[in-house]
Each structure stands twice: as structure tokens, then as C-alpha cells.
């Protein structure tokens, strides 16, 4: 059993037009000699092992290449031998920021093979943890565009911050990073005593910590000469590139998964307002997430009230043999649109997973938005783009 | 969005002089501890009496890191005049923390509750060898596996 | 120097034995006030604005010893330089900063006779020494061998030399007001000065060279490239820009260079601005008295104006070499002849 895609967007403007660009170089008539300089796998603003081949005049960027494949760890190869309890836990380290987030398409697409539903209540834990991995990885983002714009303290104040969602995630599941928490017809165990007020106190902290990050960050005029105009994906290349999530709408185009795509989850149920910004610049980038940081925690907060009680794992058998099928799930991760393309020839484990990630489109946008950038300004679209290095490679 | 305030510049000055005058939040480790909370994964605590060495766990493990050796015995019958039984008896039980990904599927796929997390987290070791853990070391985890915690509101609870 | 060691020991001291005398105490002195200023600022003030505590366990009290520590790690390191490096130039760059530190500390005066030489145009003398540090900085990202380290060294030369003006044009404001260039002269000019005739806190020159004294302030961090102006050294970027080879005993030098100028600019702008090591004269505390308390109410001044410029430092991000040079350019110089002109007009009018 497959699903339809949901339609994308219209656009006027043929984005193949844009491919020859590139290629195309700057101030090369000048024959300055060029220097080629590595932003390699060891560096501080790459965010892990990303290597960028530079070539620089002066200090503007003629051409940059990405070289990727430094932290492959071979996932789909991996998902051939594996049972999906064991994949399950394989790909929480893909994104490791939000890590419950990666569990979700997948799980949803082995339940629609075997044609099972989780309960309501798991339904609803499943979508409270998946806002939650996203508050997390956003927190940790407000605070580490300021540290490579240059600020040290937001990158504290970040991580600070993150805490209080790493210890509800850690009370819940068991583990801070990796939860592991999903199960083909629900979820593992159910939430502990206290949970639902600690995370109650834990939203007005982050709604506090946006403020903070408002006023100290996105308010500093200083941070608004490094990031305005800098880096401005045009919405028509951004989708030709594959560019999803806080990036695409960041540059105007209205399009959230969690609204428009095939419904997932509790999202339906779930009254929230997509963030959109006209500019497309980094500092659009750092102000939809910021804006979508808040809006996850009222989602936090809704879902907490409207909870069912009830059954969080429905009738599966103990050994868990998929049917035969295929099956395409994408959701809207905190890094963009994630995919798991399933297919199962009814063993215990799937013939084939093909993972979608978000960064990976992310980043191959690169070679044509830092064209004629100064360097400095490499460091602030590379931020602002908010890759992981887990979800590039896989 | 332009009102008119202190420019921005100023106002994250004042958000660093105010975080500077409020304590601390660093937890000094080796002198002061947080307690993790009761269902973190810490370390796993083997239940000797209840393994049957069905090695469900060992195939389960995706790490392949749960080493286990088992061989049958003979016992006398229960009663006068039944048949022998046949035990099965663990030779070695063994977990590489090298290797274990602390993922929890061997806890969760034992049939016969031999498996405990516990929350103890302190027993990093400098020699990798050592992190292999014996079943004399798995049962002394025993100890430090806390009672189950009760469950949110809403919470099926089983019969 | 030598009328306040008489007084102190009573003794008859030579010329010889009075350049030892000196030479130990500047020698002393520069590593120990980049020490106090490190751990001050760089390890307690930034943990605490980030919401930590920073060193505690070294030296059993908040982690005094840790900069101590530190130093004698770096002291017994290896001394690498990279294959492809110049060797001596690469060996005499961080040297060169050095010595236009100590240089600085030559002529800032710490109490009525306390200071190593009381030029008579000690400002200009700081100033001019203080930019020789532009040539290490050069000399080291050149001789690196590393494409890093020259974007850091090449950015470097171009902030130093455009944020030297608007720090000269502030400085100006206040010799013009004072009508001299010797420090001690300017000292004497705030304490024994009044406002509106009450001299209750003497004349230190901020309340009428404000305009300078933020100039000087922002100067004097691009100076020492400091964030908001760090892109010689931005972190994110080139991990330490020109400084990114050394290691050991030379990197030792660049920060001993880096906090002991911070250091002097502060004491320089808190003996220009706020009146050095002078308590205001109207309190009629006898010279003998301010031979101890000099000192101390200078490093109290110095520390304020630290606090300012550290302040800034952890809290902006870093602007981009053509925002700064714009923001020297176009609108600190003009800022400052603007202060001069004002300055000049108010001299004759009152």
C-alpha cells in the first residue's frame, strides 16, 4: 500500500532556468589568483564534518563545493539486516538534536503496511514528544547563530535552556538524546506521575528563553547587519532544490506538512498558525524559527489539555511480521521534510528502507547561494540553514 | 514593528548584566550530584534466577553486544514417580558496554522480567575491558533497579 | 619612582640600582595584571553572564590558580612551528607584541611619584607604541603558513590601522582641554580642577569629553580586537585567525599581550577620563597617603572601565570587516573632529 503525494506548490518560473548558475563565476576577468581554502571536516562553524572547498578573492567566494560523506555511517545498508525494534533505535541517531522526531515517519509507515492504528493517547504522547525534540533543536539553533555570528553567550543560554527539555524527555523515556520510544502500534510505556505539570512549568521557560533570545539576538542591531540580506534563497530555487521547512518558509512559501501534507498524528486536532516571512535571508531564517519555537510550545499546551486517557499500544503480536508492501511517509522534522520509503517483503525486518533527510536538499543549495558572499558571511548562511551533519550523511 | 525603546544594543546588555547577577546553574559534579530521573537508562541489572537462556535478548540486541552461554541439566522430579526435568542453567551472561547502545530492547523482550534498567550512570572505566560486565556484576546492578514509579493520570492501568 | 622609594626606605639609591628597581617591577607587574584581568573578566564575569560558574576547583577558592596553571602548562609545551613557516620571523611576531605592551605600561602614572618615566608627551608616546603591535600581528599571520591565519593577519592590519584615528582624535579632545600631554599634567588637571567652581569631585574629564570617551572606548576594543570587532580572531571562523600556529610559550606571549594591553587602554582612558590615580584635592589627602592609595584607587578605576569594555565583548556579536571599516570611516572620524571642534570652541569660549 503506497500514498499520494500532496500537490506542491505552483510556481510560474521554470526552476531548471536557474541550474546554469552554478557554474557561473565571479570577477574572473580580473585573474587575481585565486586561493583555495578549505573549510574542512574539522571546523567550527560546519556544524560537524562538512567540507567546503572555497575558492577566494580576496575574502569574496567565487565558488564553493560541498564535499559530504565524512560521518556516512551506512543506515539503509544497515536497515537490511535489522528488525524494526532495532531500526527504530538505529535511526533516533540520524538527527540526534531531535532525535524523536526521526522515529516517527518510519514507524508511522510499518504501521500502515500492517494496517494498525495507535490509540488516541498514544497518537497524542507520540505528537507532544515530536514538539518537543522540535522546541529542543530550535532552543539549541536561537543560541548557536548568535555564536557564529560571533556572540559567545546566546550558545549558553541555548544550551541552558534545552535542559529542561532534555530532563522531560529523559523522565519520560529513559534516555535524554535518544528515546527510542515508538513501537509499531504505539508506545512504549506511559507518561510518569507529575509529567504533564513539569512540562506545563517547562513552556514558560521556553517562553521566557524566546523572549531572551528576542531581545539579545534578533534585536541586536549588530546581529541585523550580519544576517539581513545575506544568503536570500529566491522560492522558486529553493523548491527547485529541495529546500524544506523553516528555510522554505522563511523565504515566503507557505507550506507546512504538518497542515498540508497527508495527515499524521494528532495535527488535524491541532489549532496552530504556520510562520512565514517575506525576505528569505538569514535573518528570516532565525526569526521563523524563533516564531515557530513559541508556536510549539502552544502546541505543548493544547495537546496537554486535550489528552484522552486510555491504551497507549494497540493488539500487535509479540514477534511482528510486516505484510508485503510499500510504503512513503513524509513529515515535516524540525530540519524539514523527512521521508521513509519502506518496502517490506513480510519478514520481521524491511527488504529496503530509503531514508529522505532534510539536510541533505538543504545543503545542496550551497554551491549557488554563496557565490560572491565575503567569508563571514559563508559562516552566517551556514548557520542559518541549520544542517545536521547525522541527517546529511545518514 | 518599530516602537520606540532602548536600541537593541542596550537591551542585551541588560540581559547579560541581569543573567550575571542570578545564581548559577552549573551542578559542581564530583561534589554535587543530580539524580537522573527514575526510568533513565543507566545501566542494565540481571535477575539471575529468572533467566532461562532463551537468548531472546542476545538475538534482539542490535549491537550484537549480550554474550550468553548456557548448557541443560538433569534435576530430580517435583513429585515420587514423575519424569526428570531438564534446566536450563546460565553459564555466562555477559554485556560489552562498549558496545551496548542502550537502546532497551533486551529489557523489554525478555519474557521472564530477567532484565532491569537502572538509573546508575558513575562506572566508566579506563581500561575498555573492564566494561565488560560479568553476571556477578550484572546481579550486583540488582540493587540500584528502583520500584516501577506510578503512571500519569489517564494511564491504562493493567489488571 | 625614586622620591617614593626614599620616602618608603629611606635610602640613597643609584641610577644603576633605580633601572633594576624598575625593570623587575614592569617585568612582574604586566603578566600579573593579565592574569587579574583574565580571571577576573574572561573566566568569572563571562561564566557568570552565561549562567555558570566557571573555575572552581584550582586553587581550592574559585579557581584563582587556574590562569597560574595554565601559564605553566603552556610554559612546559613543545615548541612547534609548522614545516612550511618562516621560522624567525614566525619566532619574533609574538615577541614584538609583547614588548609594545610593556612599552605602553613605561609612562602610565600610579601615584604622585610612581611611574617608570614621566614623559612630557606621554600620551602621544603611549599611542605611538601601543600600534606596533599592528607589525606582530602581520608578521605572525604571514609567517603561519596558514590560509586562516592570513585572512585573520590581513583583516588585522586593516582594523588597526583605521581604528588607531578615531582613538588619536579622541585623545586629542582631552589634551586640548588640558592644555598638555603629560599624563601626571592631566592627573593634576581633574583632581585639582572644579565644576562650576564646586570641586567637590574635582574635573575628571568624562563629564565634558563624553563624546571622546565612548570614541575611546570603542577604539580601544578595536584595538584589542575584541567582539564586537574580533574578526581578526573570530572563533567561528578561523578558530584563533593569526594566532592559530602557536602554541606553548608564543601563545603565551600573544595573551599575555592581548590582556596586559587591555589593561593599559583601560588605565590609559580611566587616567584620561576619570582621573587616574588621583582622589579629587578638595578631599586634602596628603601626597604621602596617596603614594599607597594611588595604586589602588587606579586599579578600581581600571577595573570599571574593564568591566565596560568585557562587558560589550561578551554580549555583541561581531560585525564584518566592511561594516567596520565603515563605522571607523564613516562615522567615528567624523565624530571626532567634530568632538575637537567642539572641544576647541568651548576651550576659547570659557
Redesign the interface.
Known amino acids: 500500500m503506497s500514498t499520494t503525494n500532496p500537490p506542491l506548490p505552483e510556481f510560474d518560473i521554470d526552476p531548471r532556468a536557474f541550474r546554469h548558475l552554478a557554474d557561473a563565476q565571479v570577477g574572473v576577468e580580473l585573474d587575481t589568483g585565486d586561493m583555495i581554502l578549505n573549510l574542512g571536516p574539522q571546523h567550527p562553524a560546519t556544524h560537524g564534518t562538512l567540507r567546503l572547498v572555497v575558492r577566494l578573492d580576496g575574502e569574496r567566494v567565487i565558488s564553493a563545493d560541498p564535499v559530504i560523506g565524512y560521518m556516512h555511517r551506512g543506515y539503509e545498508k544497515l536497515a537490511e539486516f ?2 524494526y ?2 531500526i527504530t ?2 535511526i533516533n541517531r540520524i538527527d540526534w538534536l531531535s532525535s524523536f522526531a526521526n522515529e516517527v515517519p518510519f514507524i508511522d509507515a510499518a504501521e500502515q503496511l500492517m494496517n494498525v492504528h495507535a490509540p488516541p ?1 498514544a497518537q497524542y504522547i507520540r505528537t507532544i514528544l515530536t514538539e518537543l525534540s522540535r522546541i529542543a533543536t530550535f532552543v539549541l539553533f536561537l543560541g548557536e547563530m548568535g555564536l557564529q555570528v560571533g556572540a559567545l ?1 546566546p550558545a549558553f ?1 541555548g544550551f ?1 535552556d534545552r ?1 529542561h527539555i532534555l ?1 522531560l524527555i ?6 535524554r538524546f ?1 528515546p ?1 520510544f515508538n513501537r509499531i502500534g504505539g508506545i ?9 505539570s513539569e512540562t506545563r512549568t517547562a513552556m514558560k521557560t521556553i517562553f521566557d528563553a524566546c523572549d ?1 533570545f528576542e ?3 534578533a ?6 547587519a550580519r544576517t539581513r540580506s545575506i544568503g536570500i534563497i529566491p522560492p522558486e530555487l529553493g523548491a527547485a532544490y529541495g529546500v524544506s521547512g523553516s528555510n522554505l518558509r522563511a523565504s515566503g512559501v507557505d507550506w507546512d506538512l504538518r497542515r498540508d501534507g497527508r495527515p499524521y498524528l494528532v495535527y488535524p486536532d491541532l489549532d496552530f498558525k504556520v510562520w512565514t516571512h517575506p525576505d528569505g535571508d538569514s535573518f528570516a531564517r532565525y526569526w521563523v524559527r524563533l516564531q515557530e519555537t513559541r508556536e510549539s510550545a502552544r502546541m505543548v499546551l493544547q495537546m496537554l489539555d486535550q ?6 499500544m494497540a493488539k500487535v503480536p509479540r514477534i511482528i511480521k510486516v505484510p508485503e508492501g510499500e510504503a512513503w511517509v513524509e513529515t515535516e522534522n524540525p530540519l524539514g521534510q523527512m521521508g521513509y520509503y519502506v518496502i517490506s517483503k513480510g519478514a520481521t525486518g524491511p527488504f529496503r528502507v530509503k531514508i529522505r533527510s532534510a539536510s541533505f536538499s538543504n545543503v545542496s543549495i550551497l554551491p549557488w547561494l554563496l557565490r560572491g558572499v565575503f567569508v563571514p558571511d559563508v559562516i552566517t548562511i551556514l548557520a542559518s540553514l541549520y544542517f545536521i551533519l547525522g541527517d546529511i550523511d545518514r | 514593528m518599530r516602537k520606540p525603546k532602548l ?3 542596550i ?3 541588560g ?3 541581569k ?4 545564581p ?3 551542578v ?1 559534579y564530583p561534589h554535587e550530584r543530580e539524580d ?6 543507566g545501566v542494565i541489572a540481571l535477575k539471575e534466577e529468572n533467566c532461562t537462556v532463551c537468548m531472546l535478548c542476545g538475538r ?3 549491537d550484537w553486544c549480550i554474550y550468553i552461554e548456557g548448557h541443560k541439566e538433569k534435576r530430580p522430579p517435583r513429585r515420587e514417580g514423575g519424569r526428570d526435568r531438564t534446566v536450563s542453567v546460565l553459564d555466562r551472561f555477559d554485556i560489552d558496554y562498549a558496545l551496548c ?5 533486551c529489557v ?1 523482550v525478555c519474557p521472564f522480567d530477567a532484565l532491569f ?1 537502572s538509573p546508575d550512570y558513575e562506572y566508566s572505566e579506563s581500561n575498555i575491558a573492564k566494561l565488560l560486565h560479568d553476571k556477578r556484576k550484572l546481579g550486583e546492578w540488582m540493587e540500584t533497579v528502583p520500584e516501577p ?8 492501568v493493567k489488571k | 619612582m625614586i622620591p617614593a622609594v626614599h620616602s618608603l626606605l629611606a635610602l640613597e639609591i643609584g641610577w644603576g640600582t633605580t633601572l633594576a628597581i624598575k625593570t623587575v617591577m614592569i617585568l612582574m607587574i604586566v603578566p600579573l595584571t593579565a592574569l587579574v584581568l583574565g580571571y577576573v573578566f574572561l573566566l568569572k ?1 563571562m ?7 566557571g573555575p ?1 576547583d584550582p586553587g581550592g577558592f574559585h579557581g584563582w590558580f587556574q590562569l597560574v596553571g595554565d601559564g605553566i602548562k603552556f610554559i612546559q609545551k613543545e615548541d612547534i612551528i609548522p614545516g612550511e613557516a618562516d621560522r624567525r620571523v614566525f619566532a619574533i611576531a609574538p615577541a614584538i607584541v609583547v614588548i609594545s605592551t610593556f612599552l605602553v605600561f613605561l609612562v602610565i602614572p600610579a601615584g604622585p611619584d610612581i611611574v617608570v618615566k614621566d614623559l612630557n608627551v606621554g600620551v602621544f608616546y603611549a599611542l605611538a607604541v601601543s600600534s606596533l603591535s599592528v607589525i606582530g600581528v602581520l608578521m605572525a599571520g604571514w609567517a603561519s603558513a596558514n590560509k586562516f591565519a592570513l585572512l585573520g593577519a590581513l583583516r588585522a592590519a586593516a582594523q588597526l590601522i583605521a581604528y588607531e584615528l578615531p582613538l588619536l582624535l579622541a585623545v586629542v579632545g582631552v589634551v586640548i582641554q588640558c592644555g598638555t600631554m603629560n599624563l601626571q599634567g592631566i592627573v593634576a588637571f581633574q583632581s585639582t580642577g572644579a565644576i562650576f567652581g564646586w570641586s567637590g569631585i574635582g574635573f575628571p574629564l568624562i563629564f565634558t569629553q563624553f563624546i571622546g570617551f565612548a570614541l575611546f572606548l570603542i577604539a580601544s576594543q578595536a584595538e584589542l580586537t575584541q567582539t564586537p570587532f574580533d574578526m581578526p580572531v573570530a572563533e567561528s571562523e578561523l578558530v584563533a585567525g593569526y594566532m592559530v600556529e602557536y602554541t606553548g610559550f608564543r601563545f603565551l606571549f600573544f595573551f599575555i599581550g592581548e590582556f596586559g594591553t587591555a589593561f593599559a587602554f583601560s588605565a590609559i582612558a580611566a587616567t584620561l577620563y576619570l582621573g587616574g590615580w588621583a582622589l579629587p584635592a578638595s578631599w586634602g589627602i596628603s601626597l604621602g597617603v596617596m603614594r599607597f592609595l594611588g595604586p589602588l584607587v587606579l586599579f578600581a578605576k581600571i577595573m570599571a572601565v574593564s568591566f565596560l569594555m568585557f ?2 565583548r ?3 556579536p561581531r560585525l564584518r570587516e566592511d561594516q567596520l571599516q565603515a563605522l571607523a570611516w564613516k562615522f567615528l572620524i567624523p565624530i571626532g573632529l567634530i568632538n575637537i571642534l567642539l572641544t576647541g570652541v568651548f576651550k576659547v569660549a570659557f
Open positions: 535489522r528488525t525494534p532495532q533505535t538505529l493517547r553567550t543560554y541552558r535542559e530532563n529523559e523522565s519520560a523515556t529513559g534516555g535518544h527510542n512504549k510505556d506511559d507518561l510518569p506521575w507529575g509529567w504533564v531572551v531581545d539579545l539576538v534585536g541586536n542591531e549588530i546581529f541585523e489528552m484522552p486517557a486510555g491504551p497507549i | 536600541p537593541g544594543v537591551g542585551g546588555l540581559i547579560t548584566f543573567t550575571m547577577l542570578k548559577a546553574v552549573t559542581q537522573p530521573p527514575t526510568r533513565a537508562r534482539s540486541c542490535p547502545m542502550y537502546c532497551g530492547i523489554e534498567w514509579e506510578p503512571l500519569e493520570i489517564g494511564a491504562e | 564575569m561564566s557568570h553572564m552565561q549562567s555558570r560558574l572552581m562587558w560589550v561578551f554580549t555583541y
